[in-house]
Each structure stands twice: as C-alpha cells, then as structure tokens.
C-alpha cells in the first residue's frame, strides 16, 4: 500500500534485473519524462507535445531530444509533478509507440541519443513490441513515449494518485485478467476505463533475469521448454547488477559487458 505521505513508489517483480549504471539511467528518464508532462517554460497549459492531450487523425510522432528540449521544472518530483502522471512502466516484456490511430494518447517521443547503456540492434529483443525502435532511430537510443500494449510488470513505479487509480479501477471498478493486463486497461484506456496518465521506456530499464538452469524454471505462468540455458542472461540490459554481483563484492571494477558492440549473441532468447 501507499501511504499517504509517499509522493511515489517504485514496484519490482523478484527476479528483475537492471544495469548497474541505473542512477544515471533514471536521471535520464527523468529528463524525458519532464518533456512529455511538464508544460513550456512560463506556461501552465501549453506543451511540447503538438498532439497533447488528444492527437487528431492526421498528426505524426514527434521526437524531443533530451538535451536539447526544455520544459518547465516541476515541484514535487524530478519526473514530473506528481499531479501529471499515473505511472511509469520502466520494466516491461514490449510495448510498441501510440498512433495517431489510437485516438486517445498523445504521440510525442523524448529521445535519449548515445546512451552507452543501451546494446546495438543486433541485441535488442523487443518481445512482444515491434521494431520500431530498432529500426527507426539510432543505435543506442533509448526512447520514452506514452505506455501502449505494454506487457508484464517487471519495474513500475506510481505516484499517489495513480495509485489511488489503480486500486479503484482494479479493486472496486473491475478486474479481468492478469495484472499486467488491467494495468494496460487502464494506461491504454480500454474496457470503458479512462486513459490514465502512464509513460514507458524503450529499451526498458528493468527485465527478467534468466539463471543457468532448466528454462522450464523460468516461469510458473509460460511455456520456456525444458532445454537447458547453460549461460545466465538478462534482456537488453549490459552491466547486468545480477551477472556482475560477484564483482561487487569484491569491489572489481572490470564489469561484464554480455551485449558488448560489434558482436553477435549466442545466446537463444526466450
């Protein structure tokens, strides 16, 4: 539960993973997050965002590079006034950007370019999104746009009045399906729920980690097989915190790359 005192609160499913460079990251997020959420500088209801709050049929994504773009500071967290989002899908099993199409999301992308944390094409597994990142921007980009069709919830995190959103839509409103699913109700604004205020992060910060083992262990709920994964992995994550762990302990400083550039993984995704 979220007590009333708690501006916002990050949740983790118990087998995440994350880069051990995740301050950084998130202070990145923060940046692009303040684009998609915070008015112009000097305004109070003016955006950056032309499709903001509600895109028209003929409008296109636009992209605000972090670095370059401005919006007005916020007041009671680095990632936005508490009082303009729901939630941030930071872990996740794919997604894919809003459209136009979608009617009720607004379209804008903040871009984060040359971001050392993120592997090249070749090992970025997008799951259950598309290719639109892969294909559509730079390699090691990282993008934050509106949640759409996110899947699992491997890292969120809620401000206080997207918690009270979720546990009215999901406690007393209706409850469907998995959580992930109702979660996506609500970010998506489907099964007659209003759209709440939720943003993502492509690739995501925060993932599940696959141990040496049998893949039949790698969850209770999906079929991974029965082959035997001999090398630990985690998805789109570099500097694994899990992988790296051994190291610091030891307080070695020579961290394992598992998606280093220019090479080519062995590795069979599942």
């Known amino acids: 539960m979220v007590e009333q005192n708690i501006a ?8 995440a993973d994350w880069d051990l460079r995740i301050k950084s990251q998130m202070q990145d997020f923060a940046r692009a997050s303040r684009l998609l959420v915070q008015p112009i500088p000097g305004t109070s209801d003016r955006f950056l965002d032309p499709s903001y709050p509600q895109p028209s049929n003929d409008q296109q994504p636009r992209n605000f590079e972090v670095g370059k773009e401005q919006a007005a500071e916020p007041t009671s967290s680095p990632y936005g006034d508490i009082d303009r989002w729901d939630l941030f899908w930071l872990g996740h099993c794919g ?10 999301a607004p379209l804008g992308r903040a871009v984060i370019l040359n971001d050392t944390t993120v592997p090249e094409p070749q090992h970025v597994a997008m799951q259950f999104g598309n290719d639109e990142l892969v294909t559509q921007y730079p390699a090691h980009t990282r993008v934050v746009s509106r949640a759409r069709m996110n899947t699992c919830t491997l890292g969120y995190a809620l401000s206080l009045p ?23 109700s609500v970010c998506d ?20 980690h696959r141990p040496v083992g049998s893949r ?12 035997y994964n001999d090398r630990a992995f985690t998805k789109n994550i570099r500097w694994s915190v899990r992988l790296n762990f051994p190291k610091l302990l030891d307080g070695e400083i020579d961290y394992i790359d598992f998606f280093k550039d220019g090479e080519h993984s062995n590795i069979g995704f599942t």
Not at 162 to 182: N, P, S
Not at 216 to 227: K, M, P, R
């Open 189 to 208: 604004g489907t099964e007659g729920r209003t759209i709440g205020a939720c943003l993502t992060v492509q690739p995501q910060l925060f993932q599940h």
């Open 95 to 104: 997604c894919r950007f809003p459209r136009a199409s979608d009617i009720n």
């Open 162 to 184: 997207g918690a009270r959103r979720l546990l009215y839509e999901l406690a007393l409103h209706k409850m469907t399906g998995t959580t992930d699913m109702m979660f996506r």
């Open 8 to 15: 916002s609160a990050l949740v983790l499913e118990d087998d």
């Open 216 to 227: 039949s262990s790698f969850s209770d709920i999906s079929d991974h097989g029965s082959s």
